[in-house]
Structure formats: C-alpha cells, structure tokens
C-alpha cells in the first residue's frame, strides 16, 4: 500500500481509489460528452491549490476564459491556477508562413487572464503542435515545480495537434514526458457513446470514466475506476451527482450501499435519481412512478420497440 | 449572486430556454442534433426570428436548401421572417471543371434578407461557376460577411452536409475545430445544425461546441413521438429528463414540467444503456 497518495479532491472518489492517485503518474478521465470531465479536473487542481501546490491547466479545445466563466457557476475561483491557453488559432488557409508559438506564449495565472477570447492575430495565425506543447512543459518543469497537470482535453491534442501518421507515437511520448517529470497529471479523453480504447487509454496508470445513460425515470451518471496500477481500488460502478458543489460520488464505500430514499436532502437540486443501479429494461415495468406531474401514458402496450443492433452502449472496457 | 450569471439567450422556444436553465451562454458555439424530419431547421429559424424580434442582426448559412425553398416553408407557418439574412452556400449543381477559388467563392456569394431573394432556386450566373463549398470557404465567406455586419446570431444549416461536400474529408477535424474558434472569436451565438451523430464515432463538433441540444423523433407504439434532451451545456445546470416536443403550427414547443411517456422513455434507455 502506498502512503501519501493524492487526492482527487472529488468527494467519494478517493474512497474509491483507496486514498487516491498514486503520485507521478498519468491517468485517464474519460467518458462521452456532458458527463463531467473538465470538472473532475478542475476539483483536482483546486485541492492541489488548497494544499499550496503548484498546479497547471493546458487548454486544448475550450477557451480558458470560458472555463473560469464556468467554473464560477460552481462558486470556485480557479485564479491561482496557472494555464496554458494551447487553443489553437483560426485558420487563414493562405500561404503565409506559421510561427513557432513556443516564444509568444505563456503560463499565466487564470486570475490574469482577459475577460474575452484571445484573437487570432491576423497577420499570422500560429501552428500549435504536440512538439510545442511538449517543449513548454519540459520548459516549465524547469521554472517552477508543478505537482499537478491537467491536459483538457487529450482527445483535442489527438485530433488537431498531431498529423495522423505519428499519432500514437506523439502521444506515447508525450505521456512519457509526464511520467518522467514526476508530476501527477490527468487527461481528460472524450468517449464516443460506442467506446473503442485508444493508445493513451492504456498507457495510463488509470482510467476513471464517467457514464451517463437514461433509465426508466431519467437522466443517471455514474462513475467507475477501470483500471489503477498498483494500487487496489473498487470495482463497482458508483453513482455520480454533478451539483452546485461540483462532481461528488454519491454512494461511496465503505459505505453500504444506501437503500433508495435514504439520500441527504442536501444535494436535491437536480432531478431524483434512485441510488441503485437501475434495473433492466425487462424489469422497467416495476418501477415506481416517479415525483412530478403525471403523464398521461396514451401508448398501446404490447409493441415496445426492441433496442437497436449495435446501440447497446459503451461495449469494450479493458 | 447576481454578478455571476452570464446574459442568456433566448433559443426562441421558451421550455428550451427553460430546460438550459434560461437559454444559451452568449458567444458561444452550440450543436443541433437529431434525424431528419426531427425539427432541426425550425428551431433554428426560430432561434434567428426570436433574435430579430429582439432588433438583433440575425444570419442563416444555408447549405442543404435553397433559400427560396427555406422561405416558402417558413411562410407555411405564418412568421415573418424577411429581416432574417441568408447566406446561400447551397450547392446547387456540380461543375467541378468550373472551379472557383475559395476567395472569389467568397466575392461572389452574396447574402440577402430571406424576402429579397427569388422564387427561383438560384439563378443562371451562380449555376455557372459552382464553386468548391467546403468548411474552410464557409468560413471565409463568414468571416467577410461578419466584417460588414455585426451579427449576434448565426445558424448553420447543416454541417453534415458541408462536411460530405468537403473534396478532403481529412482536412474536416481542423476545418471544423478552425470554424468553432472563429465563431467563438467574432463573439456572435451560434447554432451548428448536425445529423444524429454516430454513436460509434467521435465528431469534432461534439466535442468542441458547448452544449448539445439534441431532437429526438421515434416511432414508438405505432405512433411518432417527439422529445428534447440537453446532452452536454458548459458553465450551466441544465434539465437532465427528455421533455416532450411538438411541431405545430406556431413552430417547436416545449413543455418542460411534463415527462415523456413510458414507452418513449423505454426507446430511449435502449439507446443509452449502461452495457459493459
């Protein structure tokens, strides 16, 4: 067992992770969109911030003036952590020669950024590539001792910041470069709702990944680990509450499972969710009515529509 | 605190607004999905009409249909919709030996409010130079049009289709994440119309837009059955129950205190199902 792992700063998940990340290495947030990822990864820096460590945030795909506008609608103030806006610039699709970013821009603290997007110079729009991403860190490292890096979103960096012949390649080296400088880091993958395991899925250490999926009532959000190297850790699928208060694992152990209606009333700003996982759709025909309004059930019983081939969710885990 | 909440916009649809918890976060890119037939053009000529009303400048990237066919299906449902502006990249015929560059697409491609334009599909000059209609000359036609007219709100109906028309699908990841930092840079609200993705493929313009509205048309019991899901909206709480939809002649509309029916709710857990 390892001493002094660190933590996630998501209620419930440490729990999960049996006290929680083992320090230095890389892993995974994954999970399709909507489901809470930027999120899990900000609580992350922020408990770094709260225990004085030196955190950093690379964006890749939103806008970080956007991402501390919405953080704020959580109440947190996510100004001393320090980013590294990696968005890229518009495209001109003219000949003008790109620049090599790596010299222009910088790590700033959030709380320093402008309030609107950066603009895209218009004289020369700058080429921003895993190259450079991973020249800056191995730069910064150098400068100031970060214990915390968040790469949102890996699946950008992917994408648009690799020409596809080298794709795995950039990234595995990449991921090397996080491991070798010690500092734990999380990337954030974005799933297809058919999920298919990339490269940078099992080159980390672990994978937490988010799930959403619609029962008979609604809306349900999940969480599980999929896989920690070297440390034990649960293996059951929790569920997720995403609130005024951020990402928070409702059901967490050692706790028993809690019985349906035995929630705190202190997290009912969302829709009721039943704390179990729900049933099959075969047993669907027992459920409770749920709280609300009554809908008037005008559809003829005996012609439900079978599930669709090749719909049935996120199939290969590892 | 009060401080704290952004300007919303309104989607045109009040129990939309109300599902996204007051409507759209200013300036930002924002998908349309759904199948055919699911309402995905009509919200978003509702969307520009609501912006109109409100004396906003309003423009509709029309790739699928001609405008003048947009037109006639609008006015079907009664709105006055002639101040809402209309970029024609409609693709009316292949001429790929004509081939214009992306610049010149841009000079030659005007855009008119929806009441000037001519009953015709498109006229004779356009037919003959058909330009090359792909994201990247989207973009420079946006981006010239934005220059002499500031809009708040912009529709793109659909990408799907730019995206098959584009000559190098490759090209289309950067193109699109190229088209989403431009619109985000010129500040104006946007709606990208998009095909129901495939569930077993990574679209750029999920993962990049900042939130989802999804239309969801089934046949479910022998009858269709319409409902709304907020899939993904950043920086916001939002409704996580589908809320049923109908199409009528006042336009979309939702009612966002009521549940979908049992069996819609069925189709739709098949879809989602935690399987693993």
Redesign the interface.
């Known amino acids: 067992m390892i001493k002094d792992k660190v933590k996630t700063g998501v209620p419930g998940l440490d729990e999960m992770l049996e006290g929680g990340l083992i320090p230095g290495r890389v892993y995974a947030v994954s999970g399709t ?2 489901t809470g990822k ?1 999120t899990l990864a900000v609580q992350f820096l922020l408990e770094g911030v709260r225990s004085g460590e030196r955190v950093l945030y690379i964006a890749l ?3 970080p003036n ?1 991402v501390r ?2 953080m ?2 959580y ?1 947190w103030d996510i100004g001393q952590v320090q980013v590294f806006d990696a ?5 001109s ?1 003219d000949k003008t020669p790109v620049r090599d970013v790596s010299t222009e821009r910088k790590v700033v603290y959030f709380r320093d950024l402008p309030e ?5 110079s218009e004289r020369s729009p700058a080429d921003m590539t895993v190259n450079t991403i991973q020249e800056l860190v191995r730069q910064e490292m150098k400068v100031r001792k970060y214990s915390r890096i968040v790469v949102d ?1 890996l ?2 960096l992917r ?2 910041y690799i020409r ?1 012949s080298e794709e795995n390649a950039s990234l595995i080296s990449f991921l090397r470069l996080l491991s070798d400088i010690g500092v734990t880091s999380l990337l954030t993958v ?5 999920s ?1 395991p990339d490269v940078e899925i099992h080159m980390a250490r672990g994978e937490i990944r988010l ?10 959000r ?1 969480i599980t680990v999929e896989k920690y190297r070297g440390s034990m850790h649960d293996h059951r ?1 929790r569920m997720v509450k995403i609130s ?1 208060t951020g990402v928070l694992v409702k059901n967490a152990p050692p706790e028993k499972k809690i019985r349906p209606g035995t929630d705190q009333a202190d997290m009912s ?3 009721p969710e039943p704390e179990e ?2 049933p099959p ?1 075969d047993d ?1 025909e027992s459920e409770k009515a ?1 709280a ?2 009554p ?6 019983r005996n ?6 081939a ?6 290969g ?1 590892t | 605190m009060k401080d ?1 909440l ?1 300007a919303r916009i309104s989607t045109g649809v009040s129990g939309i607004d109300d599902m996204l918890c007051g409507g759209l ?1 200013s300036g ?1 890119p924002y998908v349309v999905s759904g199948t055919t037939g699911s309402g995905k053009t009509t919200l978003g000529i509702q969307f520009l009409h609501q912006g109109v009303k409100l004396g906003e400048r309003a423009l509709l990237v029309a790739v699928d249909e001609p405008p003048s066919e947009i037109r006639e299906n609008v006015r079907a449902l009664g709105w006055d919709v002639g101040k809402i502006r209309i970029l024609d990249v409609h693709p009316a015929s292949k001429a790929f030996n004509k081939r214009v560059s ?1 610049v010149e697409v841009a000079a030659q491609r005007s855009v008119g409010a929806l009441r000037e334009m001519g009953t015709g599909a498109r006229d004779e000059a356009m037919k003959q130079v058909m330009p090359d209609i792909s994201i ?1 000359s989207l ?2 036609m946006l981006k010239q049009e934005l220059q002499e007219t500031s809009y708040s709100r912009v529709v793109v109906d659909s990408l799907t289709s730019l995206k098959k028309l584009a000559e190098n699908q ?1 090209d289309n ?3 699109i ?2 088209l989403l ?2 619109i ?2 010129s ?1 104006v609200t946007a709606l990208i119309i998009t095909d129901l ?6 679209e ?1 313009e ?3 837009c ?1 939130g ?1 509205i999804r239309l969801h048309r ?6 269709l059955d319409r409902w709304v899901t907020i ?7 939002h ?4 809320r049923p939809m109908t199409i009528s002649e006042v336009g979309l509309t939702v009612d966002p ?20």
């Not at chain 1, 968005?87 to 495209?91: E, L, R």
């Not at chain 1, 609107?116 to 895209?120: A, D, N």
């Not at chain 2, 899939?231 to 709480?237: F, P, V, Y």
């Open positions: 969109s909507g930027t795909d939103e806008p956007e506008q919405n704020r609608s109440g968005t890229p610039d518009v495209m699709y609107s997007v950066r603009q895209t979103s699946t950008s994408y648009f596809t974005q799933l297809p709702e058919v298919r799930h959403k999926w619609y029962d008979g009532r609604g809306l349900i999940g699928l005024s700003e969302e829709s996982i729900p759709p669907a749920p609300g309004p809908v008037p059930d005008t559809q003829g012609e439900q529509k079978p599930p669709e090749g719909r049935e969710g996120p199939g885990g | 704290m952004e976060i930002r992306l990247q973009q420079l490759a990841a950067s193109s994440m190229s930092r431009f985000s840079e500040g993705p495939d569930p077993a493929e990574l750029p999920l993962f990049l900042r989802e089934k046949m479910v019991s022998s009858r899939e993904k909206l950043r920086g916001s709480a409704d996580t129950l589908p205190d009521r549940k979908i029916p049992k069996n819609s709710m069925r189709v739709l857990q098949a879809f989602t199902q935690f399987a693993r």
